[in-house]
Nanobody, 117 residues
Framework: VQLVESGGGLVRPGGSLTLSCVAS????????MSWYRQAPGKERELVAR????????NYADSVKGRFTITRDNAKRTVYLQMDSLKPEDTAVYYC???????????WGQGTPVTVSS
């Protein structure tokens, strides 16, 4: 399984970015997908999760109302739309996949997001 993130970069406070994660597995629809982030000196934290069917999503309180996670199973891609970005959103963002009914999981290499004026 390979997960390749893209879309990170430098953005001003209040701006927007969309992260993408393309997965290699042909059975993408059997995986729950998540975005995590890790800021310098802090532990990795869950940002958003979407279940395999796409019917249910969950968000960290800190991003509710600003971030949206979606998936396109035909394209084997999960997205994270980030709006109204704040400096505290600065972190490396990681894509995570967990196979249904299994403890097996995988991580992408991460894409950095910097929110600064």
């Amino acid at each position: 399984v390979q997960l390749v993130e893209s879309g990170g970069g430098l953005v001003r406070p209040g701006g927007s970015l969309t992260l993408s994660c393309v997965a290699s597995m042909s059975t993408f629809s059997n995986y729950h997908m998540s975005w995590y982030r890790q800021a310098p000196g802090k532990e990795r934290e869950l940002v958003a999760r979407i279940i395999s069917s796409g019917d249910t999503t969950n968000y960290a309180d800190s991003v509710k109302g600003r971030f949206t996670i979606t998936r396109d199973n035909a394209k084997r891609t999960v997205y994270l739309q980030m709006d109204s970005l704040k400096p505290e959103d600065t972190a490396v963002y990681y894509c995570h996949a967990k196979r249904r009914f299994s403890s097996s999981d995988w991580w992408g290499q991460g894409t950095p997001v910097t929110v600064s004026s």
